[in-house]
């Protein structure tokens, strides 16, 4: 696992070659924790107490297999509306333009309801027809049952055109193993 560094522009794109993992959902759902999780380092990518602190594309390669992105968070109130431009196209010249992306891992937090920036990243997803998997984070947070309903209310909804739909937990580690199976499906020879 290595970083290979940050992008505030495009031209800061690392060159690409390994297929490509990106992170994707509102500030703070926990997509620095996730990352963490599945690669098993500790706060390799930054976790931040503050929302909204992740302000580029954070790229790590992960063996010689992939590489993961971290892409900056939308939905923080407290941003100003420049940047927050300035964050959108930022993230949509990655997401139209890199050819290596085999796969989005979508967050949306377990226990509300989709924001309408999950909706609108949604039907983007949908538009430019990249795929994804959406992963329910911070279920630890629920009881058994009702991380299973909200699962379920995703697969009807918001990820009704989603590869799968994945419960995670960065804390118990829950789901990392499954969202692990559908990445590698995704990346792996044969995609
Ligand atoms: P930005 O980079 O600001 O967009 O945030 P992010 O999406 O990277 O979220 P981050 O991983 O920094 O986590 C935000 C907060 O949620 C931190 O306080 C984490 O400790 C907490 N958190 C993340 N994942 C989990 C989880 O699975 N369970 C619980 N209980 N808390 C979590
Ligand atoms: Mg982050």
Redesign the pocket.
């Known amino acids: 696992m290595a970083f290979l560094g940050s992008a505030a522009s495009p031209e800061q794109f690392p060159a690409g070659g390994l297929p490509e993992v990106a992170f994707l ?1 509102r ?8 990352l963490n999780a599945l690669v098993g380092v500790k706060n390799l990518a930054r ?3 503050q ?4 302000r580029l594309l954070n790229f790590f390669r992960v063996g010689s297999d992939m590489v993961l992105a ?1 892409l ?2 939308y939905g ?1 109130a407290k941003v100003p509306e420049a940047m927050r431009r300035g964050w959108e196209k930022l993230v949509t010249s990655y997401l139209v333009g890199r050819g290596p992306l085999a796969l989005c891992v979508f ?1 949306v937090d377990a226990r509300h309801p989709p924001t309408e920036g999950d909706e609108t990243l949604r039907s983007y997803l949908d538009h430019q027809g990249l795929p994804y998997v959406v992963a329910a ?2 279920v ?2 629920l009881g058994r049952g009702e991380a299973a309903r909200r699962r379920e209310g995703l697969v009807r909804g918001l990820g009704r055109s989603a590869r799968s739909v994945v419960a ?4 118990t580690r829950t789901g990392i193993d499954e969202l692990w199976s559908t990445i590698r499906a995704a990346v792996g020879p044969g995609r």
């Open positions: 959902g500030s703070n759902v926990g997509k620095s924790s996730l976790v931040s107490a929302p909204g602190r992740t971290d900056p968070g923080y967050l984070t911070k630890d947070k995670v937990s960065s804390v």
